[in-house]
């Protein structure tokens, strides 16, 4: 995903976000498989694949925007309205690009986090919500440093996906997790 591509996906989540609440539940996904596969999936929806509003198991989610890009949440008032920034408590975001699944994101929220809800979603080398950078480290030793404070990036093969975790306070609080359809990520 080149520096535009990014721009549309990340462009696609602040629209989401300013949008006010639609009428659906505040629900985080249920599917039948919690696990995180940096660089390939997130509860069994793959990174490039076709890109789907309601993907199998995961529910109504809480909004839509311009079928592009859907987020979860686990409150009712957690998307920000007009201007404001920060999703409150956790959620779980899909968004695409050119109708595949572009990127994924699941973090414990920027206000009010709270780590609790997202348990059971971790990797299959046991990173999950709450864990420390070392324990991170343990399990992916080639995560390498971001560009953003308290950001380890661990890159797919040839650098065509690349999935960010997002440490506060030294604790793990989202996962990010991008295609790089056109060649190098390059993006913080």
Known sequence: MNHRSV??????????????VGTASAKLPT???TRIVPNVSLGGVALGT???SRPAGWGAPTDCNRNVAC?????SDA???GNARGITGPFVL???QNGKVAFLAIGVGEKSPDPRALRKWQTAKGVGFGDTVSTLRRAYPSASKGRVRG?????????RTRTNFRFTNGKLANV???SCSTGNCTVN
């Open 71 to 75: 987020v979860w949440t686990a409150r």
């Open 94 to 96: 899909s968004a695409s």
């Open 7 to 20: 721009a549309v996906v990340l462009g696609a989540i602040a629209l989401l976000c300013s949008a006010a």
């Open 151 to 159: 950001q380890y990036v661990l890159w797919g093969a040839g650098r």
């Open 176 to 178: 990010e997790l991008f």
């Open 79 to 81: 998307l920000p309205k």
């Open 31 to 33: 599917p039948s498989s």
């Open 50 to 52: 076709t890109w789907v």
